[in-house]
């Protein structure tokens, strides 16, 4: 990977608050798919991420048929809106993992970083699981632990740095685009100030 698209990633960086999956994993458990049945992916999750995948295939195809019969594509949409919200109230009706619970997080297209009860070794790996909010997209990934300090307070808490190492491609874009959005969202709602950033 390019040093400047390694900084690129790192420089659109937000604080924002996931639903975050963590599972330290051995060396020898590493592999090129996040998503494989070892890792122990809640089944919500997986759901939400093969629902994203469909809907990123079927994309390129909405403005066609919106080219040619605009009643179908407004009626496609709504079938997809009805699908979202089945999805949503069968993952907040769930009794196993709540994926509906969120903590604070420093996310990147490069890495994240959070909070955690106890101290994770240098340059072990961990699995990840994320879901996003507001759209409850997921995202599996493998990383590896670049930092782990411990904060001032007790009891105990240590802030864990995570540089992916195992993401993949429709993953990163994803994950992007989220990270846009979100700083779109927070200029909009906090603008700056007259003659800031001169």
Known sequence: MLQDDINRRDFF?????V??????????????DPYNEKFGIPKEALLFSQLRALESDAQSLMPLIAD????????????????????RYLVSDTKGENIAK???????????????????????????????????????????IKGSNILEGLPAIYRVGVEFTVLLENDRKQLSRHIRRKQSLELREHPPKSGENR
Do not use: W
């Not at 960086?13 to 608050?17: F, G, H």
């Not at 999956?21 to 090129?32: A, D, F, G, N, V």
């Not at 009860?117 to 997921?138: G, Q």
């Open 68 to 87: 040619t019969n605009n009643a179908v594509a407004t009626y496609l949409k709504t079938i997809d809106q009805k699908i979202d919200c089945i999805t």
């Open 13 to 17: 960086r937000l604080e924002d608050r």
């Open 102 to 144: 969120k903590e604070n997080v420093s996310l990147s297209e490069g890495g994240i970083s959070f909070t955690h009860h106890a101290p994770l070794e240098l340059d072990s790996f961990i699995h990840l699981t994320m879901v996003l909010f507001p759209s409850y997209s997921s995202i599996s990934t493998i990383g590896q």
């Open 19 to 32: 639903h975050l999956i963590k599972r330290p994993i051995e060396k020898h458990l590493i592999s090129e």
